[in-house]
Nanobody, 120 residues
Framework: QVQLVESGGGLVQPGGSLRLSCVAS????????MGWYRQAPGKQRELVAV???????NYADAVKARFTISRDNAKNAVYLQMNSLKPEDSAVYYC??????????????WGQGTQVTVSS
């Protein structure tokens, strides 16, 4: 069974930084895309950043130049470095990944989410 676990969320002041981590575990053969989504109260879940092998990245316009996504494929992990945080960045951040299992099944997985709150 495959699962994604996020960590690193918390409360930070405007202009501050936070680093989110997500680690996939289970019967994993390979991971194609790994990325981050976020959902604020009353709003639709939106893509924040995604990274595909070998190193292709996409960022939402609202976070480009401030956030950086990275991966450690040996650890089945993806990270999101968030700098110059704004109150509008406050949301639950979810890890997402397209994963091939050792049984050669490809499925999409979501983590449980980690809360990020940007406030003075």
């Amino acid at each position: 069974q495959v699962q994604l676990v996020e960590s690193g969320g918390g409360l930070v002041q405007p202009g501050g930084s936070l680093r989110l981590s997500c680690v996939a575990s289970g019967s994993i053969f390979s991971i194609d895309a790994m990325g981050w989504y976020r959902q604020a109260p009353g709003k639709q879940r939106e893509l924040v950043a995604v990274m595909r092998k070998p190193a292709s990245t996409n960022y939402a316009d609202a976070v480009k130049a401030r956030f950086t996504i990275s991966r450690d494929n040996a650890k089945n992990a993806v990270y999101l470095q968030m700098n110059s945080l704004k109150p509008e960045d406050s949301a639950v951040y979810y890890c997402n990944a397209d994963i091939w299992s050792t049984a050669f099944r490809r499925d999409n997985y979501w983590g449980q989410g980690t809360q990020v709150t940007v406030s003075s």
